[in-house]
């Protein structure tokens, strides 16, 4: 049956259908076309979007089954469940489940693109990345996920990355100017630096990490998305390594458990500081009153730009994003 469509270059499908979704204009139950170049979203009415082109098209009807509906039809019932879904595997954490394994199954069931599903038992080593183990599909852990058409590669087991700040990084690109400098001081496998590096156009980005894998996999990304020339991959300590860059108009330092004790590395080095921190609910105020006098002892000021919640992390906890001006 023909409806109209969207037609968007393949580099654009993942930010387009996101667009679509949040306007409530993808038709439900229908099958999304793809050709060598282009991905034909099929839309309740016509919408004009620059870059995309509207046309009709024949399209499939399928049945859409979630994994709860799986999982009902085989009666087992779960209480509390998260789930990443990163390139082609799916990442689960459950409370006190003992069906791992029908969750998992049924999860790739309702998600055909998945091929492996893991779950999630929490963080290890210095390098906090997932203890993950293997309990459906493929014995592998390396895959590429797209991001706003930035192709991001990594294996979960070596590397953290979170596919929920996506918003997040896209947020960040928009505030960055022509020929900025930019440092993210903690880059895992330089997601903001990618997304940043294709939405806008600064002058340099420095990506640094002290974990061996991500940086392997962000020199990767890097070339994978021919972005040598705007982003610089260094391995280190990131308070060594930022007192020799040059002075950024924005830091960016995802490291939400331990952001506090670097703080005083980016005041002195930057403009814009994009900082977050995983606190108590009640903790936000005080922690505002502690930058602004960490701050003041470094003899700058600093203006806090906005306070916002990124995520929640526990009942008690939740994942804080603060922007943070500073001046002289």
Known sequence: MK?????????????????????KLLLKNIRIKRDE?????PIKEKIKIKGCETGEEEFKKFEVKSYNDILREKGIKIDSISIDFIGEI?????????????????????????????????????????????????????????????????DISKVYFSPRLAEERMRIAKQVGNKDIVIDMFAGIAPFGLIIAKYAKPEKIYAIDKNPYAIKYARDNVRINKMEDIIEVKEGD????????????????NLPH???????????????????EILEKNRIDDRVKDIKNLAEKENYEAEIKDVRIVGSYSPSKL?????IEIKN
């Open 3 to 23: 409806y109209p469509c969207l037609i968007s270059p393949k580099d654009r499908a993942e930010e387009i259908r996101k667009l679509l979704m949040e306007k």
């Open 37 to 41: 170049n282009y991905v034909y979203f």
């Open 258 to 276: 331990k952001s506090f004790y670097f703080l005083p590395y980016a005041i002195r080095r930057g403009k814009i500081i994009h900082y977050y």
């Open 238 to 253: 990131a308070e060594k390594i930022i007192q020799k860059l040059p002075y950024a108009n924005h830091i960016i330092m």
């Open 90 to 154: 799916a990442i689960i954490k459950l409370k006190d489940c003992e069906n791992v394994e029908d969750v998992a199954h049924a999860i790739m069931e309702a998600n055909r693109h998945i091929k492996t599903v893991c779950i999630d038992r929490g963080v290890k080593d210095d390098y906090r990345i997932r203890d993950i183990k293997i309990v459906a599909g493929e014995e592998n852990t390396e895959t590429i996920h797209t991001e706003y058409g930035v192709k991001m590669k990594m």
């Open 319 to 323: 994942k804080f994003g603060i922007d």
